[in-house]
């Protein structure tokens, strides 16, 4: 049985990501450079 709050989380995703792709983008450069230089150093 699928959990009703994931679905309506990948929907608010989905929604959000066309109006706001740059700053998504830019977001996730951020956390993924953040996230190597932890594994890094």
Do not use: Q, R, W
Request: one cysteine or more; a negative charge.
């Amino acid at each position: 049985m699928e959990d009703p709050s994931e679905n309506i989380d990948t929907s608010v995703t989905f929604c959000f990501l066309p109006s706001n792709l740059e700053t998504f983008f830019k977001a996730t450069l951020i956390f993924v450079g953040l996230f190597l230089h932890h594994v890094i150093y």
